[in-house]
């Protein structure tokens, strides 16, 4: 029996705004514990929540870049459980009625478009983290630290479209490539920014209805969402193939092993009592301020990757790893324009420094210098290299550089048959050789008009000078 | 003035006493502390009093007078608060073992406005525990009394500030109602109390019981007493979700403004057969002076009256549920010694620290919230408040203010119902619906019972209309004048 797998992917975003999404506190990661923390967020008796307006608007921003009709009322609600990285012992997220719904993304797998449904997209705030003394069955305490306690989080629901492990990967990293184009969420899945849970269940091919599915969890890298999916699919239909059948529960990924592992059934499942916040009034979003928002909404990077394509001429290969951020496309337009150059060369030198374009050392103009020098022979390809190295280093302006350095090339025929006629006297016998026959000798000439130039002149030039020399 | 003890005189005289420099604001508040040392061991009305601070903070005010500086209209006057209110690096305890050493990091907005309109803390008031309770016997200090009887409760659950206003020490306290909290131990203890609009006072800073419902408002010897407290606390706070941005008016000119042609509705559903008679008696001599001023009295219906309590008693212990779930001896508070492990110390953190009403209402509610009976109970109830809320509305469009008694009867004896919830319950079935539909509603004393204990009429009224509420109310208080201060020496 052939089986297909069905998955659908549950996103955590913490979304970049600078406060918490209920007080104002730091939302930045990494300070030391309990730095980023006040009354409200550490859930002390009497604090009120007061909803952070910024969180809002970048879940509608994103909202609209996936398709989702944005609700004009939506409901904050209480989830409640104990955990001591949950002061309040209740996370404020939406149920019932969450900001947006119904909403879809094109994603490219094996040269094919798949269109998968977003089913919704809410928020919520974030817990703490609890540092364990020693190994956690045995630790004799247990630390709080709550600076993540009330870090926006957004929490995106795909519909169960997606049938292959690839097309789990590809869905997560065009998502995650909106979210950072959008700028509200840094799409680092190390430090948690950016997180999946997965639901999978397998089926016999052809039939309808869905298999028993599990909840996958922990997995800190694209790479492991797939190869979690991969597993988990490979198990389930070895489970159905024996014979057993397949509960549901919630399964956590063991990168190490490479395996899943039984977290908790069905029956230990948690009943959140939710019920609407009372402290928080619901959010109401106009039309007026959707589309407000929606003028803030860039070239997103499906349309990017076609634009480039269709404009520059450029390989769908450099304008995918070009559209990789937002940034290094800009970069690469911003180059072409600077000097209308060769689309092509431009985009490879854009690729080939793109951590120094992200680390913003590189302007455009440097970059089309460096391909105007290089079109019109003032400079090696060599030296090209060695002065986008120097521009980095120094900040200089690579013009000034390329002169101060002197790593400008001789390509002017005139000015290296001096040189050239002076080689061709100095080695008379290796003439002799070359005029004999030894055509391999040409580039012993060339090297030693190099020499002579000290590396200025252009190759190029200087083989054809020797040449028509030599006859 | 003269021959009137200090402890007496009304709010509004000590303030323009002190700002006429007739008096300092020392002065006053030595008065005071002497009496809360003298008369506070009869009836347990404070759980903290702050001597030193007090007078720290009155000798501060009187600098400022010297300086020509003055606050605001509360300048230099001593009041207190209900322990409920949180108060920077003074101990805050809900009258709950679980905060019984619960120092907050932050003062409330209520505290902060008290403070800013010039007002001197002199302590925190007892309370039934996490306000859950009509008679001031849930508290983990033990119950407060009555000061015009000692055997008997002042009603609850702000039953301290009630009773420590009407003992004379304290100009004027400030309370919270979520379902009766302010009015009914207002009118069990002979003195004025008002819950406020919801959204009217911030509640941040104000420990939840039931969110939707909890309230800040004064509590006074005088109804102009209790407006210049609310003008002080009301209004918009940022911090509060859900306070509202609507300018605060002139409460104290609103008490003068009298009651000629205001429509004043009778629910025919409050006034029912087996009433206790003098309840009855009292309330109709306040309707009767009303209506000698130039009111009129409209016989109206609020239909859904009937299902209010069982609403509350869903709505108001599921939010609770929420609410208190935080104390889980993790951050602060109470933790139980001795536990083995992460759920052993929240069990019985819980176990220890909560009283049997709070752990009652914290399973009701959780059950009324749970997968399978939301529906049925928090849904349900929902569906019922927004119809007792248009019972209201319909019945503004025909009255301007409502009267009804505050309590079913004057204030019952200690211990009497205090292992019957279900009874003590019943203790608010007048003042609940107001909570539900988010409607101001005042206390006023109007009249006594055979036995000396005092009786309340209450006024409802529609949502931020206050100034309606404080008019009738001080003209109930004008025509019908009762003794403010119990008769109380010990």
């Given amino acids: 029996m052939e089986f297909e797998a069905v998955i659908g992917l549950e996103v955590h975003a913490q979304l970049a705004t600078e406060s918490k999404i209920f007080c104002a506190c730091s939302a930045a990661f990494g300070a030391p514990p309990n730095e980023n923390t006040c009354p409200v967020c550490t859930g002390m008796p009497g604090v009120l929540p007061v909803l952070n307006r910024r969180v809002v608007e970048f879940a509608i921003r994103t909202a609209l870049a996936t398709s989702c009709k944005v609700r004009e009322k939506s409901v904050l609600a209480r989830k409640n459980y104990f955990y001591p990285d949950l002061p309040k012992a209740y996370q404020i997220s939406q149920y019932e009625m969450p900001l947006a719904v119904s909403g879809h993304i094109d994603i490219e797998v094996e040269g094919e478009t798949r269109r998968i449904g977003i089913t919704r997209i809410h928020l919520e705030e974030d817990a703490g983290k609890l540092v364990h003394a020693g190994a956690f069955a045995g630790a004799q305490t247990s630390l709080a630290d709550l600076n993540r306690c009330s870090v926006p989080l957004m929490e995106i629901v795909s519909e169960p479209d997606m ?309 | 003035m003269a021959d009137i003890p200090v402890h007496e005189w009304t709010l509004l005289t000590a303030a323009k006493a002190v700002r006429d420099k007739k008096i300092s604001s020392r002065e006053l508040t030595r008065a005071l502390l002497s009496r809360i040392e003298r008369i506070n061991p009869k009836i347990n009305a404070y759980v903290t009093v702050l001597p030193e601070a007090a007078m720290r903070e009155a000798e501060a005010r009187d600098e400022e007078i010297a300086r020509g500086i003055v606050r605001g209209p509360l300048h230099g006057v001593p009041v207190a608060i209900k322990d409920i209110f949180c108060t920077k690096g003074i101990r805050t305890t809900c009258a709950s073992r679980i905060l019984k050493d619960f120092d907050p990091p932050y003062d409330a907005t209520v505290v902060e406005r008290i403070r800013a309109a010039g007002a001197v803390l002199l302590g925190k008031q007892n309370m039934d525990e996490f306000a859950m309770g009509s008679s001031t016997e849930t508290s983990c200090f033990g119950p407060v009394l009555n000061p015009w009887a000692t055997d008997r409760i002042p009603g609850g659950s702000s039953g301290g500030t009630a009773a420590a206003v009407a003992a004379g020490t304290c100009f004027a306290g400030v309370g919270t109602d979520t379902g009766g909290s302010i009015r009914q131990p207002a009118s069990l203890c002979g003195v004025v109390g008002m819950k406020p609009t919801y959204g009217r006072v911030s509640r941040y800073g104000m420990i939840a019981f039931a969110s939707s419902l909890d309230q800040g408002g004064p509590i006074a010897r005088t109804v102009p007493d209790a407006a210049v407290v609310l003008a002080a606390i009301a209004g918009y706070d940022r911090r509060d979700s859900t306070s509202v941005d609507i300018p605060v008016p002139d409460y104290v000119a609103a008490t003068g403004r009298g009651v000629k042609g205001m429509r004043v509705g009778l629910p025919r559903e409050y006034f029912t057969e087996g009433q206790d008679a003098s309840v009855k008696a009292a309330v109709t001599k306040a309707l009767t002076s009303l209506i000698s001023l130039g009111a009129e009295g409209v016989e109206i219906s609020l239909p859904h009256t009937g299902y209010a309590l069982s609403t509350y008693y869903i709505i108001a212990p599921a939010e609770a549920s929420s609410n208190l779930a935080r104390y889980d001896g993790v951050r602060y508070g109470y933790r139980a010694d001795g536990a083995k492990g992460l759920i052993e110390m929240m069990s019985r953190t819980r176990a220890e620290g909560f009283g049997e009403e709070v752990k009652r209402r914290v399973m009701i509610g959780t059950y009324a919230l749970s997968a399978g009976y939301y529906d049925a109970y928090y849904g349900k109830a929902q569906k019922v408040r927004t119809l007792l809320r248009r019972d209201f509305n319909e019945a503004f469009a025909r009255v301007d203010v409502i009267l009804t008694p505050t309590a079913p009867t004057p204030a019952f004896r200690l211990g009497e119902k205090v292992d019957d919830p279900l009874t003590m319950y019943l203790s608010d079935i007048y003042t609940i619906p107001a909570n539900l539909a988010g409607i101001p509603g005042i206390s006023v004393p109007c009249g006594m019972s055979p036995d000396g204990l005092p009786i309340g009429a209450q006024l409802l009224g529609k949502h931020f209309d206050e100034e309606s509420l404080l008019a009738a109310a001080a003209a109930i208080e004008r025509e019908i004048p009762l003794r403010r201060v119990a008769p109380f020496e010990g």
Avoid at chain 1, 255 to 274: I, P, W
Avoid at chain 1, 386 to 410: A, S, W, Y
Wanted: aromatic share 6%; proline share 4%.
């Fill in chain 1, 163 to 471: 049938r292959t492990p690839e097309e789990g990967g590809a869905y997560l990293r065009h998502l995650r490539d909106i979210l950072v184009y959008l700028e509200v969420c840094d799409g680092n899945m190390e430090e948690g920014s950016f997180r999946c849970d997965a639901n999978v269940s397998v089926r016999p091919k052809g039939q309808k209805e869905f298999g028993i599915r599990a909840e996958l969890k922990n997995m800190n890298s694209f790479r492991n969402v797939e190869k979690a999916l991969e597993y988990e699919i490979r198990r389930q239909i070895e489970v159905n193939l024996d014979g057993g059948t397949i509960v549901q529960e919630t399964r956590l990924w063991d990168a190490d092993a490479g395996v899943t592992v039984s977290m908790r059934g069905k029956e230990e499942a948690h009943d959140y009592r939710y019920f609407p916040d009372p402290d928080l009034l619901p959010i109401h979003v106009d039309r007026a301020w959707v589309e407000e928002l929606g003028k803030t909404i860039p070239e997103l990077p499906g349309e990017k990757v076609a634009r480039l394509v269709s404009r520059y001429g450029i390989p769908r290969y450099d304008a995918e790893l070009l559209s990789s951020s937002r940034r290094l496309a800009d970069f690469f337009e911003a180059s072409v324009a600077a000097f209308g150059g060769n689309p092509k060369v431009t985009a490879n030198e854009c690729i080939q420094w793109k951590d120094a374009v992200a680390a913003g050392k590189l302007s455009p103009e440097t970059i089309a210098h460096v391909v105007e020098d290089r079109e019109t022979g003032k400079v090696s390809a060599t030296a090209s290299r060695k002065l986008v190295e120097l521009v980095i280093e120094t900040g200089k302006p690579v013009r000034q550089l390329r002169d101060e350095k002197g790593l400008t090339q001789v390509s002017d025929a005139g000015a290296l048959e001096a040189i050239v006629d002076k080689v061709i006297a100095s080695n008379p016998k290796e003439v002799e050789s070359y005029r004999g026959g030894k055509a391999g000798l040409l580039s012993f000439f060339v090297g030693q008009v190099m020499k002579e130039t000290r590396g200025k002149a252009n190759p190029k030039v200087v083989q054809e000078v020797l040449k028509a020399k030599l006859g």
